[in-house]
T-cell receptor, first 116, second 115 residues
Framework: AQKVTQAQTEISVVEKEDVTLDCVYE???????LFWYKQPPSGELVFLIR??????QNEISGRYSWNFQKSTSSFNFTITASQVVDSAVYFC?????????????FGAGTRLAVHP | ETGVTQTPRHLVMGMTNKKSLKCEQH?????MYWYKQSAKKPLELMFV???????ENNSVPSRFSPECPNSSHLFLHLHTLQPEDSALYLC??????????????FGEGSRLTVL
């Protein structure tokens, strides 16, 4: 069965610290997609990144970076020089390829609090 | 116009009421979704519509009834709900193809409280 585990329930850091959010997934599929979403207090889930199983290149977008390692089934997310606006719940998700719609399996989320 | 709009943002209803949640997407996507987010539980997929056809019903109780009249609108009709149905209901849309998985774009959700 597919599963996403975000072992860190809550993380608290001080502004400008670097922070890494862990994500471990389980799947028997060879083709799959991984996602990260951010949920600020307003409630809307904001898409951050999509990665397919054949692309293990790490990605950097400004202060955000992602480390995809198939060997350990992990897709970790690092925020460099964190800011108060980064405070939110972050979800990692795994998708099966259904050829018609995107069935996302979400982890439980990690609540990040960045203090001034 | 934001990409995915949900109304109402907050709803309080009794167990015998009938109400509906509405979702509208302005992104030209072909798939729409309802997710449920409860405290202490992961996000749960409830329903999926692709090209207006329901393609997934994730063992949701019949007191929740979805409707997708066109590819831009999605409703969730609610009747005789239970207090444990209190949650944040999130609508999403995506552009999907036979060989392509798109990212989901979410609305801000409808916070439902059942008394």
């Amino acid at each position: 069965a597919q599963k996403v585990t975000q072992a860190q329930t809550e993380i608290s850091v001080v502004e400008k610290e670097d922070v890494t959010l862990d994500c471990v997934y389980e799947t028997r599929d060879t083709t799959y997609y991984l996602f990260w979403y951010k949920q600020p207090p307003s409630g809307e889930l904001v898409f951050l990144i999509r990665r397919n199983s054949f692309d293990e290149q790490n990605e950097i977008s400004g202060r955000y970076s992602w480390n995809f390692q198939k060997s350990t089934s992990s897709f970790n997310f690092t925020i460099t020089a964190s800011q108060v606006v980064d405070s939110a719940v972050y979800f990692c998700a795994l998708s099966e390829f259904f050829g018609g719609y995107n069935k996302l399996i979400f982890g439980a989320g990690t609540r990040l609090a960045v203090h001034p | 116009e934001t990409g995915v709009t949900q109304t109402p943002r907050h709803l309080v209803m009794g167990m015998t009421n009938k109400k509906s949640l509405k979702c509208e997407q302005h992104l030209g996507h072909n798939a729409m979704y309802w997710y449920k987010q409860s405290a202490k539980k992961p996000l749960e997929l409830m329903f999926v519509y692709n090209f207006k056809e329901q393609t997934e019903n994730n063992s949701v109780p019949s007191r929740f009834s979805p409707e997708c009249p066109n590819s831009s609108h999605l409703f969730l009709h609610l009747h005789t709900l239970q207090p444990e149905d209190s949650a944040l209901y999130l609508c999403a849309s995506s552009q999907e193809g036979l060989a392509y998985i798109g990212e989901l774009f979410f609305g801000e959700g409808s916070r439902l409280t059942v008394l």
